[in-house]
């Protein structure tokens, strides 16, 4: 267990050194480049929510840097979901309805400023420590973030509001990725909970793009094409919030205490091993 609590400190601290890297390269496919340095991001935040209670208050500013840096994208992001949006419902009709998405190649300032901030937190990181520390920490940080995935589905997605939906995926997401951290303690069974898990971050998210498409069209658009794309938008949502749905029960189906107690036994059993999270 020992070398959990190590293994989880090491690639918390190369996070940074690896959003450095996307940067660098940014310029070889920004659009590619922005999406793999967001989710990179998110599974940052998600790893350091396992944190242990002497490093708490440490790991929650450091989660609002992190959502800072990844709002840099946001714009853009927001932007080129939109566009694809509107040409699947509407081939052909994107460029008369709406102005071209920006260049997704944010100004090298902005990049040099990131790059620094991401040398901050590398060096923050450094000073982090899990001295005394046995992996209990994870064991139970793992099982409160899945406790609380799983009491947020308790609502029907097809029914839940938007905000609620919004904070369910994001507990899904942090589930998906600690997931993944913890994959090499038993393989098989956590590979096939890893792949629920993005299956059901897709449907979510697609529920939250297609309402972002029809909020940002409603400013630009002109009334009757905007009634045909809101239907649409909003059938296709009604589809997505089904197979949602009818998910949960493949990443949330088992009691807490049964899915903290295999995990417990799988540590115990395998050493950690480097994975790609992102």
């Known amino acids: 267990m020992r070398l959990w609590a190590l293994h989880w400190l090491a690639v918390c601290r190369e996070m940074p050194l690896h959003g450095r890297r996307l940067l ?16 990179l991001m998110k599974a940052w935040r998600s790893l350091l929510k396992l944190s242990p209670a002497a490093l708490e208050q440490e790991s929650v500013q450091l989660r ?70 046995r992996g209990g920490f994870l064991l139970a940080a793992f099982r409160r973030s899945y406790r609380k995935a799983r009491r947020a589905a308790r609502r029907d997605p097809r ?3 938007l905000k609620h939906l919004h904070a369910w995926r994001t507990r899904i997401i ?11 303690a038993d393989p098989a069974h956590y590979k096939e909970q890893v792949e629920a898990a993005e299956r059901l971050r897709t449907h979510l ?5 297609l309402d972002l498409a029809e909020r940002q069209l409603a400013e630009t658009v002109a009334t ?11 059938r296709r949502a009604g589809k997505q919030r089904g197979k949602a749905a009818g998910m949960v029960g493949d990443v949330l189906d088992t009691r807490p205490k049964a899915v903290s107690a295999h995990l417990a036994e799988a540590m115990v059993a395998h050493a950690p091993r480097r994975i790609r999270l992102v």
């Open 205 to 209: 998210g697609a529920v939250v793009d």
């Open 64 to 133: 609002a840097d992190i959502k800072r840096l990844r709002q840099n994208f946001g714009a853009t992001r927001d932007a080129a979901v939109v566009a694809r949006t509107l040409q699947e419902l509407l081939p052909g009709e994107r460029g008369r309805l709406l102005e071209p998405p920006p260049d997704p190649m944010p100004p090298s300032d902005t990049i040099m400023s990131m790059q620094t901030e991401l040398d901050r937190l590398a060096a923050r990181m450094e000073e982090w420590s899990v001295a005394g520390e």
């Open 174 to 184: 942090d589930l998906g990725y600690q997931l993944s951290f913890f994959q090499p």
């Open 24 to 39: 660098e390269r940014l310029g070889n496919d920004p659009a590619k480049g922005i999406h793999d340095f967001r989710r």
């Open 224 to 234: 009757k094409p905007l009634r045909t794309v809101r239907k649409k938008l909003r």
């Open 159 to 161: 029914r839940m509001s």
